[in-house]
């Protein structure tokens, strides 16, 4: 009885000592593999680096071919909304050839990534607050929008939700018009240049101004503005629309 509990205890005993010599290898082990591992990796790096630096680098002023003008115009596209023109004016800047230009927009339209109709609806819904319909239409057709477009978009706009715009941009900017002999003058122009019809500002600065009374500079002013309005030489303010 007593050898066979001695046995016992011995037993115990060396497989204790052999899960101590196990574990004592173990991590010798796991240690030289990451030391191992560690050095490959940095030896990779450096050779990738070295192998990076001797390839020659991309000209940036490569011309771009189809595909990679394809490519470009889908990144472009996911990052906002472009005009056809917009476009078209992107790819010229990467001296993509004419023909190319041509067959990528064709192939934008046909996927309906490309609507200059589209473009315009929301243009002027994203701007008919502050703006009014001939600063608009200006707007768009520097953008290269069609006039049959931009008609379409511009019909959208309500003559009555246009007037009150009219008043609320009178009433945020009344700061800008504080000198009572100059206050109508610079409203009418501040108004004008925001493409806001002639009537609309002067029934805005009618309602505004309590005694309705213009005064000889507001009245030749008017006329000088609605004359430049009429053949298109009135510049407007444009919002930063970044292209």
Do not use: C
């Amino acid at each position: 009885m007593q050898n066979n509990s001695l046995l016992v205890i011995k037993l115990v005993k060396y497989q204790k000592v052999q899960s101590l010599i196990n574990s004592i290898h173990k991590s010798i082990w796991y240690d030289r593999y990451f030391i191992v591992t560690s050095k490959k990796r940095k030896l990779d790096s450096v050779s990738q680096r070295k192998q990076r630096q001797r390839q020659p680098k991309k000209d940036k002023n490569v011309p771009y071919d189809q595909k990679r003008a394809w490519n470009y115009s889908l990144w472009l596209l996911g990052r906002q909304l472009y005009t056809r023109k917009g476009i078209e004016d992107k790819l010229k800047k990467k001296e993509t050839s004419p023909e190319d230009i041509e067959i990528v927009l064709d192939k934008l339209v046909d996927y309906k990534l490309l609507d200059d109709e589209n473009y315009a609806r929301i243009y002027v819904r994203s701007r008919k607050r502050d703006k009014g319909k001939h600063a608009l239409k200006q707007e768009l057709k520097r953008k290269g929008i069609s006039e049959e477009h931009i008609e379409f978009a511009l019909d959208t706009l309500d003559e009555a939700e246009q007037r009150e715009n009219v008043n609320t941009l009178l009433f945020r900017n009344r700061w800008r018009f504080q000198d009572p002999k100059k206050a109508r003058t610079k409203a009418y122009a501040f108004l004008q240049r925001r493409g806001f019809d002639s009537d609309m500002i002067r029934d805005a600065l009618e309602s505004s101004f309590v005694d309705g009374i213009y005064d000889e500079t507001t009245r030749e002013l008017e006329e000088d503005l609605d004359s430049q309005a009429l053949f298109g030489e009135n510049e407007f303010d444009e919002e930063q629309y970044d292209d």
